[in-house]
């Protein structure tokens, strides 16, 4: 997933040529008992004040181990002031499987986003699988969800920076399937004070039974090797579940009339991503069969996960969300 690029890149090292040989979800072992063995990858603390953005992480469920880690622009806008950041409730990627919101790449992700788009970032950590398969993330995401409601007017800095009201469910890869099964899940909930405006799914993790094309050519894939996305859908997916499953492949399983009441999406994607095919299938699902209102914006040049390790395209992906969130008219 080029993670381990990424990482050196939050490091300042160079980065190593990213091959399938040292692809980081061709490092998870899996033991006969069902347990897996995870690669080692750099983790940050949350920072109280840094350049581009500060950081400082509150507890979500201390039973379940969830946190989010909030990123505020450095410098912030004066408190209170007329216009509020918009709130971003950010899931990482990892194939439901790897990585955290400490992860170095995603930290470093994070920040820039928070300073790029401006926005207040709140990134999740939830449980992995398959330890917790699906929907155990699911779960998750929706008490992030229910946190905009309940203890965010009171965090300090939502409180003092943010804007409730213009709230956008975000994520990238598998993150980005989370943050739509999470607008599934809350589309018609009462959030007051917050309003969810939209959702932006980023290089959305979805599959299939049958292969795409672009899945079809991925065998050597760098970033997503077809033997890796293989091993981390049978790793997410409820036991017996194969790839036709609503949590892998909703424009097949999920009824078009499911999608009712969807908020706005923003959908993005790489074209080097052996995801793409699915991706816009899934743009295309959303907007004829579900009437939802979609933007589209796959056509950027690049591979699965780019955005953590390659600056210029990570800029067009906060530009992407920068001019949906201004066009939300809120």
């Not at 492949?249 to 052996?274: E, F, I, Q, S, Y």
């Amino acid at each position: 997933m080029g993670d381990i690029a990424a990482a050196a890149a939050a490091c300042d090292a160079p980065a190593p040529q990213m091959t399938k040989e040292n692809n980081l979800f061709m490092q998870i072992a899996v033991h006969p008992d069902g347990t897996v063995t995870r690669p080692e990858v750099p983790l940050l603390p949350p920072s109280g004040s840094s350049s581009p953005a500060a950081s400082r992480d509150v507890p979500l469920d201390a039973s379940l181990g969830t946190y989010l880690r909030l990123f505020l622009p450095d410098p912030a806008p004066a408190p209170r002031s007329p216009a509020g950041l918009p709130v971003v409730l950010f899931f990482h990627g990892g194939g439901f499987v790897l990585f955290s919101p400490a992860t170095a790449f995603y930290h470093a992700h994070c920040a820039a986003m928070a300073a790029a788009v401006p926005c207040l970032v709140a990134s999740l950590e939830y449980r992995l699988a398959p330890e917790r398969r699906l929907p155990a993330a699911y779960e998750d995401a929706a008490s992030a969800v229910a946190w905009l409601r309940g203890a965010a007017p009171a965090d300090p800095w939502v409180a003092a920076h943010g804007d409730l009201s213009r709230c956008y469910l975000m994520g990238s890869s598998s993150g980005g399937n989370m943050a739509f099964f999470a607008g599934l899940r809350t589309k018609a909930l009462d959030l007051s004070p917050a309003a969810v405006r939209g959702l932006m799914l980023h290089q959305p993790y979805l599959g299939g039974v049958e292969r795409t094309p672009s899945e079809a050519r991925s065998e050597d894939d760098a970033m997503l090797p077809l033997e890796a996305n293989d091993k981390l859908w049978s790793l997410a997916l409820p036991p017996g579940a194969d790839r036709d499953h609503e949590f892998c492949n909703p424009a097949k399983a999920m009824a078009p009339g499911a999608l009712a009441g969807l908020p706005r999406c923003l959908v993005t994607g790489n074209r080097d991503d052996p995801l793409i095919d699915r991706q816009r299938e899934f743009a295309r699902w959303l907007r004829d069969q579900g009437g939802v209102e979609v933007v589209v914006k796959t056509d950027h040049a690049g591979s699965h996960a780019s955005e953590l390790f390659v600056a210029e395209r990570a800029e067009e992906l906060f530009a992407a969300m920068r001019e949906f969130v201004s066009a939300d008219g809120a």
